[in-house]
């Protein structure tokens, strides 16, 4: 299917729109603030336009993974190209996007939660031209990495996000900026490393032959890496069940454990999330912590499916204590922040451990979960922030009483609460539940140890709203006022996703269902 503006594809179009926002926001004159923020806004807008026409157009019954015909919207065209090198043949690099039903949830997602934080924004007033194009720039390299088939592409958009997120923190973020601005940044500068010496290494050991010129051609095609024909002999990582192919899906799930961020690898999480203004912590948990896992959904899974079957039971195991620990962890913290923060590792485990599962119920209800999760924390995240303009405390002991001063924010926040708690008939309930099931079904043992995360979570999810929305009013807060117009704006759209995939979860299983299933039988089939 092809879908083209003005001679130019969707996917470009809605990757790339962001930087034209951006190019705008700094031509215009500093002192132009409102000016500047409409230009974001105007610019995530037509993102939510373009991934809305996606989900409109977007064919549900395509069946694939691992071809050309199986994407939707195909992008592809020569992009760089070196003849007749000595030993390597000709080298390529295609400009290649496409996406399939594992890819069109995450891109309404981030266009949705783009928007949305653009909206939040909207009270930044220190370097204001600079905050909002460094935030498109973001914005532009999560859409980037999501409907990227080429790999060097997919590893330029991933960089790409880096640098932005860096500044963002360290500029705009809280007293202790630059502490958790260079943590984030190391932790995913080395797993950047990681990936960068995978790639090559599967670029050196896959090629194919170009019918029109019979050359052998090394290319860094996602799709052609799927392929174990193409694999040439004596590559590093050529053949089933070696031990190289073993060492480069370790540092490629090293790299995307990072970002997700699974344990032990997520203490950079929570003062990332501390110290970022709200808004990105919005960006942060809403949609870049879905990029580890749709990592190992695009790459390691399909292109490692052995060494995904040999290591798949330790993925299961890593899922489980993050589910447990994160939850621990958020129910120890009084900082309302932070709370929020490792409730995410928690969630994120269950999305690792649906996928673990390796069936379709569990891929399913793990994929489901990286969009509700995204939803849900960015209305958390929200939550915080409201509260901080106004009283500038997240001490969960600061507070209390707060419903009887802001009804209506206590109304929309307490949904995002009971959703992240996985109250049937909102959103999280869902995803939860078919992940858990798919997980019973591949290991029971480890699956009832998880849901005990549940439990633990109810417990720490009701204490915060005993203890910050219920009980006495403390005296310097008897005066707060509730939302504002632009504030019911950032919720209410979030609010209407929560309540409708809870109660009619069915179109957006549908958008993944033929992907997912065909990409459970390609692992389990080891690629054949």
Known sequence: MEFQIFGVGILTWIVFIPIVGMLVVLLLPDKSRNAIRWAAVVATGLQVILAGVIFALFDRAKLGINDAESFQFVEKFSWITVEAVPWVGRIEINYFLGIDGLSVLMILLTSLIGFIGVISSWNIDKMVKGYFALYLLLVTGMMGVFVSLDFFLFFIFWEVMLLPMYFLIGLWGGPRREYAAIKFFLYTFVGGILMLLTMLALYFSVAYTDPATGQSVHTFNILHMMDPSNYVEGGLLSGVDTTWRYVAWMALFINFAIKIPLFPFHTWLPDAHVEAPTPISVILAGVLLKLGTYGLLRINFPIFPDATVYFIYFMAVLAMISIIYGAFCAMAQDDFKKLIAYSSISHMGIVVLGIAALNTQGM?????????????????????????????????????????????????????????????????????????????????????????????????????????????????????????????????????????????????????????????????????
């Open 364 to 528: 399913v209800g793990g994929v489901l979960q990286m969009f509700n999760h995204g939803i849900i924390t960015a209305v958390l995240f929200l939550a915080v922030g409201v509260l901080y303009d106004r009283t500038h405390k997240r001490g969960l002991y600061d507070f209390g009483g707060i419903a009887n001063q802001m009804p209506k924010y206590t109304g929309l926040a307490m949904i995002g609460m009971f959703a992240a708690l996985g109250l049937p008939g909102l959103n999280g309930f869902v995803s939860e539940l078919f992940s858990f099931l798919g997980a019973f079904e591949a290991y029971k043992w480890i699956a009832i140890i998880s849901v005990t995360g549940i439990i633990i979570t109810a417990g720490y999810i009701l204490w915060t709203i005993q203890r910050v929305f219920l009980g006495s009013t403390p005296d310097k807060l008897t005066d707060l006022k509730d939302l504002t117009p632009r504030e019911y704006l950032m919720f209410v759209p979030l609010i209407i996703l929560i309540i409708l995939l809870g109660i009619y979860p069915a179109p957006a299983i549908e958008l993944m269902n033929s992907s997912l299933s065909h990409l459970v039988e390609f692992v389990n089939s080891g690629g054949r």
